[in-house]
């Protein structure tokens, strides 16, 4: 009998374990005032293998921006237990009724690593230097995802700067809080993307100085004399603890964890989750595992519902949202105490409204939907219509996690899920292709504006993944909620507006969200002080070593 192939990719289950709140409490407990000096080794997981950068506005590597932080400030701090934009390089600022300007006043005293000032002229030279970077990437760059609409920024006063859009984003605040928008000496911007990306002219104000980046090698940072003008979000305001901070890559799990386990390094950093076996190992040794979820779009797939493909049906659709367990994957691939994921955000995001109980497991439910739609159970155990067998075509990456599980789960309820593994060249093609029918995405970014850079194909990424994720009045339907969330010049009409597009994400079969992703860290018990941000990265302000 012929098949109906329904393909699902799970592309890199970039994942992160177990459940966290805000700023984490300092490791080690309580170990008296803190120390200055020493040297903080932390073992991450390896560079990005094909586009290294250390330049603030371009890079997207997780890791990166956890180091950028810790040298290039902000105008803006983003609290990561409320989600509230509060000051730092700027100490306030007015947003115009009509959300086209955005007016921040400045500390006064700030200065870049080379002495050269912060003021109202750089933050705009900074905006400029954005604006030309977009051009001179075609977009690829990442920091185009926080500009979106910005023309430009003017010089009020010395201490005061406007910057000025052509339509109301109300993500622009937060987007002043990232790492993507970290103010550099604008004297980086007459160089080439690629020369910045090697850290080639990139100063920040923040409390330590990019000493060397030797892209898939090393990072390193030194503490920076004089600084004084820490957010209000950390107690250590002024210079670091530390004199130096090394970052390395390690490609290998159980290394990292052995490294931390016998001092060689004070922080192991993974993109995959620990094992059981890892974490007890760090925890049996006198260490602490800090957690906390990763903001932003969950991991989460997202149907190919182009003519002719089995998820064009929304029932379909319905079916296998009721058919993950999602209980049991987080359980069994990531560990008894991972968080269940519980919607199309991460907990941690501004906005987040839990839909956990439309994702509950419920295969029974599953299996009536697709008796109603046509798909009848043969002697195999697997579902057919018109003859064609419901087969699911899984293809997985390295970083794939819980695909047999997946696999069985879909079993139950009649779908085939098919395993196989993209070749590289795969990877780079199926999407444009359209060789698929399940896709796996997801975004880091403390606002729920992440995800129309997956859903809407005007700004998203992967316009070819956007184009097909919903049908034509689905996607009108989801551009018109992200238009009334990202124009609204009012908090109350955004956070509706983000709601109803939660809502119907799950009720219209368009995600099927997965997992929560989870930033973990094992730091050492010499280590104090250790926290995260809002968008999950190391904060190292008020970090010190025994």
């Not at 700023?23 to 170990?31: I, R, V």
């Not at 990166?64 to 400030?73: P, Y």
């Not at 990232?178 to 923040?206: F, H, M, Q, W």
Request: proline letters at 5%.
């Amino acid at each position: 009998m012929p098949k109906l192939r329904l393909l699902v990719t799970g592309a890199a289950l970039l994942a992160l374990s177990a459940c966290g709140t805000g700023a984490a409490p300092a490791a080690g407990g309580d170990a008296g005032p803190p120390k200055k000096g020493g040297t903080l080794k932390v073992s991450y997981f390896p560079d990005n293998p094909s586009f290294s950068c250390i330049d603030p506005f371009q890079v997207y590597w997780i890791e990166s921006r956890s180091i950028i932080r810790n040298f290039a400030d902000s105008l803006t701090d983003q609290d990561p237990q409320t989600g509230d934009i509060v000051p730092w390089l700027a100490t306030s600022w007015q947003i115009s009724p009509d959300g086209l300007t955005y007016t921040f006043k400045l500390r006064d005293g700030v200065t870049f690593a080379n002495g050269g000032k912060l003021d109202a002229q750089a933050v705009a030279d900074n905006a400029a230097g954005w604006i030309a970077t977009v051009k001179a990437t075609n977009g690829a760059a990442y920091g185009a995802s926080y500009v979106q609409g910005l023309t430009g920024a003017t010089v009020v006063d010395p201490s005061t700067v406007a910057f000025h859009l052509s339509r109301p984003n109300s993500s622009f605040l937060q987007a002043t809080s990232t790492t993507n928008l970290a103010i550099t000496d604008p004297a980086e911007y007459r160089l080439t993307p690629a020369e910045r990306c090697t850290g080639k002219g990139v100063v920040g104000s923040g409390q330590f100085v990019l000493d060397h980046y030797t892209a898939k090698v090393e990072t390193v940072l030194t503490r920076r004399a004089g600084y004084q003008w820490g957010s209000g979000l950390v107690k250590n305001q002024g210079e670091a603890y530390l004199d130096k901070v090394v970052f390395n890559y390690i490609a290998e799990d159980s290394v990292r964890t052995g490294n931390l386990v016998s001092g060689a390094v004070d922080i192991a950093w993974p993109r995959n989750p620990f094992t059981p076996q890892d974490e007890q190992l760090i925890t049996r040794s006198g260490h602490k595992v800090e957690q906390r979820s990763l903001p932003g779009v969950s991991y989460t797939l997202f149907a190919n519902t182009a003519e002719g493909k089995v998820l064009a049906d929304a029932q379909v659709r319905l079916a296998l949202n009721k058919a993950i367990d999602r209980k049991t994957y987080a359980a069994t691939v990531f560990g008894a105490s991972y968080p269940v994921v519980a919607g199309g955000f991460d907990s941690t995001t501004p906005f987040f409204k839990p839909q956990a109980d439309k994702l509950a497991h419920d295969p029974d439910g599953a299996a009536r939907i697709l008796e109603a739609a046509g798909w009848t159970v043969g002697q195999d155990g697997y579902r057919y219509k018109n003859g064609a067998q419901l087969l699911v075509d899984y293809p997985t990456t390295q970083f794939s996690a819980g695909s047999e599980l997946l696999q069985a789960q879909l079993k139950k309820v009649g779908i085939n899920l098919s395993l196989r593994t993209l070749t590289t060249a795969q990877q780079a093609t199926y999407l444009n292709n359209g060789e698929y029918d399940l896709t796996g995405n997801y975004f880091t970014r403390a606002d729920p504006g992440a995800l129309q850079f997956i859903l809407n194909p005007d700004v998203a990424n992967s316009k070819a993944l956007a184009r097909r994720s919903a049908p034509p009045d689905g996607i009108a339907k989801i551009q018109a909620l992200f238009g009334q969330a990202i124009q609204s010049t009012d908090a109350a009409g955004t956070k509706r507006a983000y709601a109803d597009l939660q809502d119907y994400l799950i009720d219209a079969g368009i995600t099927f969200p997965l997992f929560e992703r989870v930033q973990k860290a094992g730091v050492s018990s010499k280590v104090h002080g250790f926290a995260f941000t809002s968008e999950s990265f190391l904060r190292l302000n008020d970090v010190w070593k025994d």
